[in-house]
């Protein structure tokens, strides 16, 4: 039975249309000045913004491909739980930083990035590898996932990483 | 379809009693904390984010509640989750535009916002569109609260040999005031802790229920395994069917309910202006949205995807045929034992009324601010003294929270007719949202937007949205993704849409013909009969309003009359209301936030970063408008006389309820110790002996 449009044509829907008006939000309060990356506080508020968006993304994608038997039903939680330890712990180490005074450190933006990239990238892309041959549909998108998200966080990373000076 | 009475046992009954005892009690604790209407409507602006995170909970979960999303768990699978998965979209808008223009610009209702920023006729539009908006949300709570007691009610009782059916009314009054009772005694304060403890309970309660359900089944895999895949699918089918569609819901809750609750529910809002500062405002939404709606988005859902997997497994215990609206406390009761039932069902419905309670707070909020206050300026009265005034607007509060209560019994009759609570949910969304949703987005983020846009699109929105409510076959079709129209109930959900892009074109058109407006109406002004030809203009515009409302002619007319209020409006306002852009955008607009900073703190904001001090506390006589640090603390502070601090007991578990706000005096040389004064004392609830801990706010 072609499920399709009630599982990839809803998430492309949903992600595309609101990932426009999530990205017309930023940009909008940026262009505004309200939202400020000038200012350290706002840019730890980037990152929690585009983890949100990442984290719900992958709630859905995930969940539809446990749904289509794509990947086994607990290797969903397993995944949320690893992005949300990540989030904690990058979110207590900016904490940190700020607390220190020490914005630019070699070692942590190291670590900040070897994270980034774990939670981009590492986790989902062991999980899914095996699958992906014998689901196109499913790891055609997901590598659509990833570029995207690359390319947003190294995007961000030029501008707004807070451990850049 | 198979409805249920006389659900659960005696051992249940007493469980559910104790259960409200308690939580009034604990309420009612707290609501020896209001001393004004501050307190009573804000909390007095003081708590700590994981506090008012715990609080939505109970507040968003009984909203959405466990009655509405078992219903489509049970009829549609886990897609009944994607409501609760899609209100990140709009969160930089919110955190950045909306919530830190409410606090600093220091409005204390939507509607003060629209005065503000638009004019006095705007915000009486935007009173009357609220307090729709509020008293429908309140008339959805008490339906979803009848239909969740009448299950486990007799069909009837027999008092003095006679037979008194319960219906569905009778039960919602009843509960109106049990509910009516507690929020006019207790306050903001009451409701935030006491939302705060169901918050807890709400997620164990949902979480337990779903433990059973698996362990009755046999296991997870079991359970999974029953399914079928359109069942555990995360998100509905794009566009059918007409009662639950990706599409139709797209547009119904992540826009237009999204900006809603974040927007205009003033109930939520309220919430977010009682955190301590804008910051921590800013991290109750987001650990709300992150993570605590996602573990919400199971506690309400599993009832119905337990039902749906016992009733392919056993439908002579759970028939594939019981009524949507009841499937959560059939299954509550199948799988869990007496007492344990009673305890679900005590949680369920004081989380409901936790939600409805906060609503009856907040629409009481918006009569005082926009209608009891407005009307008492307007009369003229005797000047009281401030202690009076405020003890004569709590009062007025109180009075203000039962008539609400009474309205909102009311407004149940609109609701109750359709099939599932969702669908009245749905449909009220869609259909009084777009108008202020649109206003306020483009007023907080859009400098051109002025009066006679927001006038228009609260007018002109309007009346294309009435036609669009009349005859959706011809208007709202063309927006349908192909979703088929049910005749009974048409485009539940995708009239969202319809509606967003009515409003939102009105609202473009009318600033962008604004030097037309202009000109034409400085032309007016200068002839000596422009007054009269604008008061029959005024005249007309009314005409064409009655002739819309009250389906009055033919349909092209009727598109006619609609077209002739939205080229018409915009000419009337610009005659008749004052309007200076640099003045009622600044501090009003997200590009304006440094502005409303300086207006929140009278001076320029000190941003520069400073360190929290640990303090001990010393009453001295003097002014109470100011705290006195030493020299010292001061400097660790970075702060200097006239920035704002923020004072509040060290016991970071209180979350904020002993604390104060206010403004850094000169300094004096006694390192370790804060001077305050005994009104000071008095309204942050220090305790002699305790350590509080400082911070400046800006």
Not at chain 2, 259 to 265: A, R
Not at chain 2, 333 to 340: D, R, T
């Amino acid at each position: 039975m072609d499920l399709f449009s009630h599982s990839w044509l809803p998430f492309i829907y949903l992600y595309g249309l609101g990932g426009l008006l999530f990205v017309f939000g930023i940009i909008i309060t940026l262009k505004a000045g309200s939202f400020d990356l000038s200012r350290y506080s706002h840019k730890k508020w980037m990152w929690v913004l585009l983890f949100g968006f990442v984290w719900y993304l992958m709630i859905h994608a995930l969940m539809t491909w446990a749904a289509l038997g794509i990947i086994s039903v607990y290797t969903v939680p397993i995944v949320l739980l690893g992005m949300a330890a990540v989030f904690i712990a990058v979110t207590l180490m900016l904490k940190r930083a700020k607390k220190g005074e020490q914005e630019t450190q070699n070692s942590s933006e190291v670590f900040y990035k070897s994270l980034e990239f774990v939670s981009y990238i590492s986790i989902p892309l062991v999980l899914f590898l095996p699958n992906m041959s014998t689901n196109l549909s499913g790891g055609g998108l997901y590598l659509v996932i990833v570029t995207i998200n690359i390319l947003v966080a190294a995007f961000f990373n030029a501008k707004a990483n807070p451990f850049k000076k | 379809m198979q409805t249920f009475h006389n659900i659960g046992t005696t051992t249940d009954w007493i469980v559910m009693v104790v259960y409200f005892i308690v939580i009034m009690l604990f309420g009612s604790y707290f609501g020896r904390y209001t001393k004004n209407t501050s307190d009573f409507f804000f909390g007095g602006r003081r708590f700590s984010w994981w506090l008012i995170t715990m609080s939505i909970v109970a507040t968003g979960v009984g909203s959405h509640s466990f009655v509405k999303y078992s219903a489509k768990g049970f009829q549609h699978g886990i897609s009944s989750s994607m409501t609760y998965l899609n209100d990140w979209f709009f969160i930089a808008f919110f955190m950045f535009g909306w919530l830190p223009i409410i606090v600093y610009s220091k409005v204390r209702s939507i509607p003060e916002y629209f005065e503000k920023r638009f004019s006095p006729s705007a915000r009486f539009l935007a009173t009357i569109l609220l307090l729709l908006y509020m008293i429908g949300y309140i008339g959805i709570g008490f339906l979803t609260l009848g239909k969740a007691v009448i299950p486990m009610l007799p069909q009837a009782f027999v008092i003095f040999g006679t037979t008194v059916p319960i219906t569905l009314m009778g039960a919602i009054i009843v509960i109106a005031i049990i509910t009516g009772i507690y929020i006019t005694f207790g306050g903001q304060t009451a409701v935030i802790f006491t939302d705060l403890l169901q918050g807890f309970i709400l997620l164990f309660a949902g979480l337990l229920l779903f433990f059973f359900g698996i362990t009755y089944l046999g296991g997870f895999d079991i359970f999974w395994n029953l399914l079928p895949v359109e069942w555990k699918l995360p998100l509905a089918d794009f566009n059918q069917p007409a009662n639950f569609n990706f599409v139709g819901i797209f547009w119904q809750d992540a826009i237009a309910g999204s900006i809603g609750f974040l927007f205009m529910n003033q109930g939520l809002i309220m919430r977010f202006m009682a955190c301590k500062n804008v910051n921590e405002g800013r991290k109750a939404a987001a650990v709300n949205i992150l993570f605590v709606l996602p573990i919400s988005a199971i506690v309400v859902g599993n009832a119905g995807w337990i039902g749906k997997a016992i009733s392919i497994v056993s439908p002579d215990v759970i028939s594939p045929n019981t009524s949507p609206d009841q499937i959560f406390v059939v299954v509550a009761n199948i799988i869990a034992s007496p007492g344990m039932f009673g305890f679900i069902m005590a949680a369920l419905t004081a989380a409901l009324m936790s939600t409805v309670d906060t609503l009856i707070n907040a629409t009481a909020a918006i009569f005082i601010n926009d209608v009891y206050r407005p009307v008492q300026k307007f009369l003229k009265k005797a000047i009281l003294t401030e202690s009076e005034k405020e003890r004569r607007e709590l009062g007025a509060a109180r009075y203000a929270s039962i008539g609400v209560t009474v309205l909102g019994v009311l407004a149940v009759l609109a609701f109750k007719n359709f099939p599932t609570v969702y669908e009245a949910h749905g449909y009220f969304h869609s259909t009084l949202t777009p108008p202020l949703v649109v206003g306020i987005f483009l007023g907080v983020f859009w400098k051109k937007f002025t009066p006679a846009g927001v006038i228009t699109t609260f007018v002109g929105g309007v009346a294309l949205m009435i036609l669009g409510a009349r005859y959706p076959g011809i208007l709202i079709a063309p927006f349908d993704h192909g979703i088929e129209m049910n005749q009974s109930h048409p485009y539940s959900y995708i009239r969202a849409l319809y509606n967003i892009v009515v409003c939102l074109g009105v609202a473009i058109l009318a600033v962008f013909t604004a030097p037309w407006q202009a000109k034409t109406v400085s032309v007016l002004q200068n002839k000596q009969n422009g007054k009269t030809a604008m008061n029959i203009l005024t005249g007309f515009v009314i005409f064409l309003i009655v002739l819309v409302t009250f389906n009055i002619a033919s349909i092209d007319f009727q598109i006619f009359a609609a077209l002739g209020i939205i080229i018409l409006v915009p000419f009337v306002v610009t005659y008749f209301v004052q309007y200076d852009e640099e003045k009622n955008t600044k501090g009003l607009i997200a590009g304006s936030i440094g502005e409303a900073r300086r207006y929140f703190k009278d001076g320029e904001p000190n941003d520069e970063e400073g360190e929290k001090v640990l303090v001990h506390w010393k009453q001295i006589d003097g002014d109470t408008a100011v705290v006195r640090f030493s020299t010292e603390n001061m400097a660790k502070m970075k702060a200097q006389p006239g920035d704002l601090v923020y004072l509040s007991d060290k016991r970071k578990w209180l979350g904020g309820l002993k604390s104060i706000h206010s403004v850094f005096g000169e300094s004096h040389d006694e390192p370790g110790v804060v001077y305050v004064t005994g009104e000071q004392i008095d309204h942050g609830l220090f305790v002699p002996g305790r350590i509080l801990e400082a911070e400046k706010e800006m």
